[in-house]
């Protein structure tokens, strides 16, 4: 069986249970349960590679003597095992290891919301057809994993931590990490740039044991809902990460942006913090010089202070940030005083379809000194499509021709283009840090004369009433009789 159908197996169980509802529901269920086996996995192989090795989790609560059985523990007792037991032990789990604080961290808010204990032993002997030490096995059950990130845009309101992977992987090839950098994501979702940045790595750089070491040891995250988080950690194990600790459960906002030390400070960013979110009171007194609770204005006050000197950032912003007056004025402000702002990739508003409809930047830039110019780049849709969809979305490949206009590291030999213009910060400070700037080149659409158009409309307007009076009449007539 395919690892695919094995996950569209476990969730088909899943939907015969009266206790979990909806796909958030059943992307937490399973990522504990997978959780667990890979740790498991994991455990059985550093204890056969590392004499001293122990694993954190207790022997009775460990995936192999509770679940690996078929024919073990099912029905009523499964049920008050995994509820009575296993839940409240691994919430309250000894120990200071990174590995011991990871396992209490994903157990703090997971819940089992199964109610049939013998639906439950099926997806538990569906789970052990996955051997995570196998690497071909893992990298299969990545992907899919991925693709249930995908999914958990349908779940409500899940789309504020999901990033389309185009997206994601034009941010960290531009951004290009290097083993060692110090990366972070203060709002790091279900890990996708963590995990693109980490492919880039390995694909380009990584070629020896200590490499690897470098360059996790250099990643940092934090992430403020329970679900993504759990979610994200799960994605790091897949992903190769061991110990991955550095996935902070925490609200980065929560702290005084003043306290954030220079010790503290990172060399690369890479985030798309949730936007169009309010933080609840409180959290503006963390940022005095810019009061507000809007969460992508914090985000971006936060990221210029944790940013070194010479560090470099790639943001997700939607179009309001850029255009906002007020608190937005002198963010921008500080923004081109303290950063390089170098380049705005301007986004179609169907790129975070189906579940935000919105005008979205890329902000690219660099800390040390003040902007000068910054260059725009206008991302448009394929000839032959509208618009992107679920169905069609935007891919790496459709940013091609920005990636070669880019001019590489230094960002050599650009020039203004059909796409492509530059604006000077005097400009930008004479519109009172409007960095809103429409394409020049791009042909304004001919809508027509004023006047036709006043007229047409009028004419519609007299259509509707027309009608609504014919309508009032019908009525009128129906409730007299």
Known sequence: MSVRTLVKSIQDIMRKDTGVDGDAQRVSQLCW?????????????????????????????????????????????LLNFVNDELFPGLKRL????????????????????????????????????????????RQHFGDIYEQLLNDLQNAGNAGEYYTPRAVTAFM???????????????????????????????????????QEDAMQAALRAVEKKPLPHMLCVTNMLLNGVEEPHFVRHDNTL????????????????????PFGGKEEDGIENNFPTFRTRETADLFLALIIRLLKPGGRAAVVLPDGSLFGEGIKTRLKEHLMEECNLHTIVRLPNSVFKPYASIGTNLLFFEKGGPTTETWFWEHRVPEGQKAYSMTKPIRLEHLADCAAWWGGAGRDGRVEGPQAWRVTADEVKARGYNLDFKNPHAVEEDLGDPEHLLAALEGAEAEVAAIRDQLKAILTEALAR
């Not at 959780?35 to 022997?59: G, H, N, V």
């Not at 996708?192 to 880039?200: D, E, I, K, S, V």
């Open 254 to 273: 929560a702290r005084p942006l003043i306290s954030w030390t220079k010790d503290e400070r990172v060399d690369i960013i890479l985030t798309n913090p």
């Open 94 to 137: 000894p120990g200071s290891t990174p590995r011991a604080r990871v396992i209490r961290d994903v157990f703090e808010d997971a819940y089992n919301y199964m109610k049939s204990g013998q639906l439950l032993r099926q997806i538990v002997n569906k789970i052990n057809e996955v051997d995570f030490n196998n690497l071909t096995e």
């Open 172 to 210: 960290v090839q531009q951004i290009d990490p290097k083993p060692g950098e110090i990366l972070m994501d203060p709002a790091c979702g279900t890990g996708g740039f963590l995990t693109c940045a980490m492919r880039h790595m390995r694909d380009r750089y990584i070629k020896r044991p200590d």
């Open 33 to 77: 349960m997978f959780f667990l086996k890979i740790m498991d996995d994991q455990d059985e192989a550093l204890e056969f590679t590392r004499d001293a090795y122990t694993s954190p989790i207790p022997d009775h609560l460990q995936w192999r003597n509770w679940a690996a059985d078929p024919e073990g523990i099912t029905g009523e007792a």
